[in-house]
């Protein structure tokens, strides 16, 4: 008996469980609508109503749409010194002949490359970049925004404000950006920056100037740089900073960083220097700047007390002169504390080495000098500044 209703509990329990695992797979809703199933019988959602067409309050998107094609990707690369040997050997290494004499040769190293970004400004396939995207490359590969890639040649470049002048030859090349003016940039203004940050691809990042004129940095030797806080990373150099016109006002060209990553501090080229010095890279194929000669230093405090120079005198100190330069010439000694340049004040090194350089060389420049308690107006010819010496 007990047997009997043990089997008939079973064969139920078994039918119930098999039912429940029918309904549970093809009509789940009917056990979760029961007891603790379901929370809410139904929601009910509002969605915006939106065209096609139309645009987020604020959004920059026509700035980037008339920009971003204009930007292109910078891939460099160069070939090692052993690699360029092996080039100008014409035995082959597998020749058994090369390998009795030479032995095994280990096999070539790959060559170094590096990635960058441009900025096309005209529509003869001129690009604007950084001198040190593609400084001692053996090629250079631009990635135009429609995906396809040319080979570019250096026009010129300038070490001393890292600006590059690339030309590409390309069929229907994109439209060039357009040029804005560094007099309508202000601090506050939004401003976006478009280049390939480690290579994932063309990307947009956004902030704010937060800084113009900045200078004192110690990355090149002519600085006016444009600051930001938009995110600039590794890549992105030779990119663009534009307004939210879409218009370049800068060459985004280095961070101040602890980790090689973006901390909220880029700067840019502004776009009245990188035009100054690709006009003068087109036309003369080097930039030419004013020079006079001599070794300046910064007028510190402690030195002005001690040369008995009055509390408000601000200038440079020359504390060496080149015999034969320019201002060797023109009367200019050791010792001599140089105040302006053509009438305008002279605080400190950068500023008078920014000075000279925009006087043309052959022309004639004023200095006012301190001398001994003596105020002098000296008058000299500039000479053409050297080339700085390439870095081993």
Not at 21 to 47: C, H, M, N, R, Y
Not at 94 to 116: C, R, T, V, W
Not at 320 to 344: Q, Y
């Amino acid at each position: 008996m007990f047997n009997r209703l043990w089997l008939l509990f079973a064969q139920t329990v078994t039918i119930l469980f098999a039912v429940w695992f029918i309904v549970a797979t093809l009509k789940p809703s009917w056990i979760s609508d029961q007891g603790v199933g379901s929370i809410v019988d139904s929601v009910t959602l509002k969605e915006g109503a939106y065209e096609s067409s139309s645009l987020s309050p604020g959004s920059y998107h026509d700035a980037v749409k008339r920009s971003m094609p204009a930007v292109v990707n910078i891939f460099t690369s160069k070939v090692s010194a052993k690699q360029k040997t092996r080039k100008g050997n014409k035995q082959n290494p597998a020749d058994p002949l090369f390998k009795f004499f030479f032995g095994d040769q280990a096999p070539d190293e790959e060559p170094s490359s590096s990635l960058g970004s441009g900025v096309l400004v005209s529509p003869e396939g001129i690009i604007l970049t950084n001198h040190h995207v593609i400084n001692d490359a053996d090629e250079i590969d631009v990635a135009l925004a429609d995906g396809r890639k040319v080979k570019a040649k250096v026009v010129g470049s300038d070490p001393e404000t890292d600006i590059a002048v690339l030309k590409i030859e390309a069929k229907q090349l994109p439209a060039p950006i357009t040029l804005g003016k560094i007099e309508s940039v202000h601090i506050g203004d939004v401003v976006l920056a478009i280049g390939n940050p480690f290579g994932v691809g063309q990307t947009v990042t956004s902030g704010i100037v937060s800084a113009m004129g900045r200078d004192h940095v110690g990355i090149n030797t002519f600085e006016n740089f444009i600051q930001t806080d938009a995110a600039i990373n590794p890549g992105n150099s030779g990119g663009a900073l534009i307004d939210t016109r879409g218009n370049l006002i800068g060459i985004n060209t280095a961070i101040f960083s602890n980790n090689g990553g973006s901390m909220g501090i880029g700067f840019a080229i502004p776009v009245s220097l990188a035009k100054q010095v690709m006009e003068s890279i087109l036309k003369n194929g080097s930039v030419t700047r004013g020079w006079i000669g001599v070794e300046p230093q910064n007028l510190s405090k402690e030195l002005s007390e001690s040369m008995a120079l009055p509390g408000n005198t601000e200038g440079v100190l020359i504390s060496g002169v080149l015999e034969g330069g320019p201002a060797a010439r023109g009367g200019v000694k050791p010792g001599d504390v140089l105040t302006a340049v053509n009438g305008n004040k002279i605080k400190d090194v950068k500023q008078l080495l920014n000075q000279i350089a925009q006087i043309g060389p052959g022309n004639e420049a004023s200095l006012r000098i301190f001398r001994k308690d003596k105020e002098l107006e000296l008058k000299i010819q500039t000479g053409k500044r050297p080339k700085p010496k390439a870095l081993n």
